[in-house]
């Protein structure tokens, strides 16, 4: 165990659905991440949040919504979605985003499946 | 656009041999480049960070170099056993902080 923990482990929505992602990590982290693994694509990393405030949006649109309410606990709201968005979301912490150097952690994974 | 390959895609081994994971990048301008694993099923696990000043890293059977000027870095594993079977991952970060990383080398190791 990482100390990184997602909930569900898998999800499985129509293209209408409304759903949310969970991350919550004990470590005592201030930065949490949002990444988005594919089959076709390479990992893309697509939020990073710094004491709770967004620091990096990498260019994602806007069905995929993100809240942090607090250093331990990440969310990623879901709606409307496209069957190219079935992933595997992974969430990762680090101790602070420097955005050079910092060992992140990350927690297993959220395999998501669009119809 | 930094682009990160990763050679081979899969690779298949008897337990025991020394192996060399290739990883190419475009963009010379890196801060650090970094080795992960994956496990099926599972999240990623860092193994070696490698920082532009520096040369190489080792952390017990495992080795990664790097060249920046001629944007290549290795991972070297000793002696491969069955429980170093996953997907090694690598991932460089530039100038945006947005890691780029390669589709990563496929490993099984069998007895």
């Known amino acids: 165990e990482t100390g990184v923990t997602q909930t569900p482990r898998h999800l499985v929505m129509g293209m209408t659905n409304k759903k949310s992602l969970k991350c919550e990590q004990h470590l005592g982290h201030n930065a949490m991440y949002w990444y988005k693994q594919s089959a076709k694509k390479p990992l893309e990393l697509m939020f990073v949040y710094n004491f709770k405030e967004q620091t990096e949006n990498n260019s994602v649109p806007s069905r995929f919504s993100p809240e942090c309410p607090n250093s331990s606990h990440l969310f990623l709201h879901l709606h409307t979605l496209q069957p190219e968005d079935s992933a595997l979301y992974l969430c990762?912490?680090?101790?602070?985003?420097?955005?050079?150097?910092?060992?992140?952690?990350f927690g297993p994974g959220t395999r998501l499946l669009v119809l | 656009k930094q682009e990160v390959t990763q050679i081979p895609a899969a690779l298949s081994v008897p337990e025991g041999e020394n192996l060399v994971l290739n990883c190419s990048f475009t963009d010379s301008a890196i801060y650090n480049l970094q080795w992960f694993r994956q496990d099926p099923g599972k999240g990623l696990t860092s193994l070696l960070l490698?920082?532009?000043?520096?040369r190489e890293q080792t952390s017990g059977r495992l080795n990664a170099s790097l060249d920046k000027s001629s944007g290549r870095s290795t991972l070297y594993i000793a002696a491969s056993q069955p429980g170093d079977s996953a997907t090694y991952l690598c991932a460089v970060k530039g100038g945006s902080y947005i890691p780029t990383f390669g589709r990563g080398t496929s490993l099984i190791v069998h007895p």
């Open positions: 990762a912490s680090s101790q602070e985003y420097t955005g050079r150097e910092e060992t992140q952690y």
């Open positions: 490698i920082q532009s000043s520096q």
